[in-house]
């Protein structure tokens, strides 16, 4: 990497620090020419196989504007929707391979929006998982009816 300010080619890291998320490592670096410092921001490499084939980087906004439809005129806030986004590129990223088919993002967006909310899950998953027949939607119900027997009933 190039020094952003004089283009000299290496630096001396000063300080290292990862994020919050255990996502991505901070170096604070100085260059050794110009002794200006500048900070580089390392992720492991992280990529979405689309059904097309074609490949492109994981982008949790992406995750984002896909859930959000199916969350329409549903209590669920910006928030909610950037943690869901965060927890699935964890899921993800728990595979520990470099390039993931967009189908298990799918599937890693569906356990924490039934979380969330679940008419926006029925939704999603309706979409996501070729809903095509009333059936379809009474055996997720039935599912979701299955979830509830199991946990103390919490809602108004
Ligand atoms: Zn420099």
């Not at 604070?28 to 390392?42: D, F, L, Q, S």
Request: net charge positive; proline share 4%; glycine share 6%.
């Amino acid at each position: 990497m190039h020094c952003p300010f004089c283009r000299h080619d290496g630096s001396r890291v000063v300080d290292s620090r990862t994020s919050d998320d255990g996502l991505a490592i901070r170096r604070r670096r100085e260059c050794p020419a110009c002794g200006r410092r500048y900070t580089t921001i390392e992720t492991a490499s992280l990529s979405i196989r689309k059904r097309s084939g074609a490949v492109e980087p994981f982008s949790r906004s992406k995750v984002i504007v896909g859930v959000r439809r199916a969350c329409q005129g549903r209590p669920v806030s910006n928030d909610d929707l950037a943690l869901l986004a965060h927890k699935v590129e964890e899921t993800i990223r728990a595979t520990g391979q470099a390039i993931v088919d967009s189908h298990e993002v799918g599937l890693a967006i569906l356990g924490p929006l039934r979380e969330l909310d679940e008419v926006a899950y029925l939704r999603f998953a309706s979409v996501y998982s070729n809903f095509n027949s009333l059936e379809d939607f009474e055996r997720a119900i039935a599912d979701l009816r299955t979830a509830h027997a199991g946990r103390p009933v919490a809602r108004a």
